[in-house]
């Protein structure tokens, strides 16, 4: 395959070498998708979007994807390939301009975190998995803010191994689903090594519509007044119809008829020829097709146009978003938003989650004052979430809000970002040999010591004072250099060569003999730490 970079059009040519200066304002958002990989840089200015390049790259990775769900060599390969093209491509940009996502392969692939290790030092970035809810949700977010309109509409993206549906009015999604079906997934399994059948088309259509079934009330013709498709397969069927003289690139259920017809005729993809359409695109035509026409007939599309934006878009109009936040105290992040109605959803007690967030930020801030902007708004996100559980049960409620955490649709988070804090949830209490992986990352081992300190703390569910508790690293590591098998016997804890982190927390005389039974539990945990070879926390009165 040439791996070279295939601009849509002359106007997206190559995009040259800069300076980090001539950056400036500029975002830069990559989608690796399950067909193609794209890089998109643009800008916010005054409320609207201006493109300054894009790139993209058919990699076909949902390809590599067997039936066992594991990520073929192959495929890797070739992601690997586009995603360091992309890197020098990034070269100049601040690392907090630059957003990186994955959507359905790395979602449903077993090898994932493998491909991730591997991707992003191809990148030279960050890359986050995205649910499929919070894929709809930008894909909308870069329709919208491209065509802005304040009627009802339906916003559908056709990918490699999934199709988003959106309703949404102005700039707001109500009701956004993820479908596993894809113009990949459909044409490898329906037409195997690219032969072309009325069956295959039949049998695809009923899968499709199969998937689509529980939804059809929730995207009924009553709710939207004007239906918009995005991405690869909605763009390719356009110009193809466009090209031919079907319609103007409208897309319509006689046109789409027109094209399966067209397509059985030519028997196989090798055979397609529509003027307009890339040969790259042939192989997965017949999936994407499908799928269409299946859309058009189950929902009453009468005419799909395309929409300017899509999912890249998004996730810049998103990331100028954060940043604006992190700049603003008059504008809020979305994630927090979030956090907030999750809290009303499942009856987190708010005064106690505030109150566990600021003891472990000020003891975060002692123990890691250059600590990244991500790092302490997760642990912040974590501690208000970190009774979410209590709405299952409160025996082992950590355990079930670790589970919500994870799990729950979030919007703005990645699924990346949920995971790393439902590890922060689990680790607030009960043994640390349930969370030794977790540990085992420098900063996480920060924010659960904070974490679980701060738990302890504010256990009484009474008004706390922050300051209190002073917790400090010391310089010195101990090395566990062993000399002799009776020092092993001592501490068989002590691993030989490991750096033990050591911390002291100062709790004050007067407090700790005010307070006998937290004072208690401290020393408990710090025996807990004790029982590590990773960390070792003293207590200090004096």
């Known amino acids: 395959m040439d791996s070279s970079f295939q601009p849509a059009t002359a106007a997206q040519a190559d995009l040259p070498r800069r300076s980090p ?24 200015q005054r409320g609207r979007y201006k493109r300054s390049a894009y790139l993209k790259q058919m990699v076909r990775l949902g390809a590599g994807l067997d039936a066992e769900g594991l990520l073929s060599e192959e495929a890797a390969q070739r992601g690997l390939e586009c995603l360091r093209g992309m890197a020098s491509r990034l070269a100049g940009f601040a690392p907090h301009r630059v957003r990186a996502v994955a959507t359905q392969t790395l979602r449903e692939a077993r ?23 919070e894929e709809a949700r930008l894909i909308y977010a870069g329709v919208v803010n491209l065509q802005p309109k304040e009627m009802p509409r339906l916003v559908i993206d056709i990918g490699g191994r999934s199709t988003e549906m959106i309703l949404g009015q102005g700039r707001h999604a109500k009701v956004a689903e993820s479908f596993a079906i894809g113009c990949v997934s459909l044409s490898m399994r329906f037409f195997p090594d690219g032969e072309i059948t009325a069956e295959g088309f039949r049998q695809a259509q ?4 199969a998937e689509i079934e529980e939804s059809l009330q929730a995207f009924a013709r009553p709710h939207w007044q004007e239906a918009l498709g995005s991405s690869g397969t909605v763009s390719a069927v356009s110009q193809l119809l466009a090209a031919s003289g079907i319609t103007d690139g409208s897309i319509t259920p006689e046109a789409l008829r027109w094209c399966v017809e067209k397509l059985i005729a030519a028997g196989h993809t090798s055979q397609i020829d529509f003027p307009g359409l890339k040969p790259e695109r042939r ?10 026409y299946t859309l058009a007939t189950h929902f009453g ?13 998004g996730v810049i109009v998103d990331l100028h978003g954060r940043l604006l936040a992190a700049s603003s105290s008059r504008i809020g992040d979305l994630r ?9 959803r499942f009856a987190v007690d708010p005064a106690q989650a505030r109150r566990v967030r600021q003891v472990a930020m000020a003891l975060y801030a002692q123990v890691q004052p250059r600590a990244s902007a991500n790092s302490r708004m997760e642990l912040g996100w974590a501690c208000d979430l970190h009774e979410i559980g209590f709405s299952v049960s409160h025996h082992d409620h950590h355990r079930h809000s670790a589970y919500l955490v994870a799990h729950l649709d979030a919007a703005g988070f990645s699924q990346n970002q949920q995971r790393r804090m439902a590890d922060l949830v689990l680790a607030q209490r009960g043994s640390l040999r349930k969370v030794q992986a977790t540990l085992s990352d420098a900063d996480a ?3 659960v010591l904070c974490m679980r300190l701060a738990v302890i703390k504010c256990h009484a569910r009474r008004r706390v004072n922050a300051r209190v508790l002073q917790l400090q690293r010391l310089d010195l590591k101990l090395k566990a250099a062993a000399k002799t098998a009776k020092a092993v ?21 007067t407090w700790a003999a005010g307070h006998p039974r937290t004072a208690y539990l401290l020393k408990e945990e710090a025996a807990a730490w004790t029982r590590t070879s990773i960390l070792r926390l003293s207590l200090s009165s004096d």
């Open 206 to 209: 009923v899968a499709a519509g």
């Open 445 to 447: 081992l920060w924010q």
């Open 111 to 133: 090898n994932r975190n493998a491909f991730l290790l591997r991707a992003q030092e191809a990148l030279g970035h960050p890359i986050e998995i995205i649910s499929g809810r």
């Open 301 to 313: 599309i009468d005419v799909l146009r395309q929409a300017k934006g899509a999912l890249r878009q």
């Open 336 to 344: 927090d938003k979030t956090v907030a109605e999750l809290q009303r």
């Open 21 to 44: 200066s001539a950056h400036m304002g500029l975002l830069a958002a990559v989608d690796i998708g399950s067909n193609s990989f794209r890089l998109e840089i643009g800008s916010l």
């Open 283 to 292: 192989a997965v035509l017949p999936g994407g097709v499908a799928i269409l």
């Open 489 to 509: 016997k001592d501490d068989e804890t002590l691993r030989l060569g490991a750096a033990v982190e050591q911390v002291q927390l100062h709790l004050g005389q």
